[in-house]
């Protein structure tokens, strides 16, 4: 089973806020590098950043799962 992309969907959640990746940094307790990071697919988060992220994003950390076809990841 491949594992759902979660690049795009920090991205799309970052701006649809109207956060910078330094912003996003900031509230997360990360470096900026680690959202390019993360938003480019150069690396792939661990639970640690991964809930940080999402609770900086004000979302469940599943909400940054890009899945489709419907898929739960």
Do not use: D, F, H
């Amino acid at each position: 089973m491949e594992l759902p992309a979660v690049e795009p969907k920090i991205r799309k959640l970052r701006e649809s806020k109207g956060l910078t990746q330094e912003e996003l940094a900031a509230r997360a307790g990360v470096t900026r590098k680690t959202i390019w990071n993360l938003e480019t697919g150069t690396t792939l988060p661990n639970l640690s950043v991964l809930l940080a992220i999402a609770a900086a994003l004000g979302v469940v950390w599943s909400a940054l799962y890009e899945v489709k076809g419907g898929e739960k990841p």
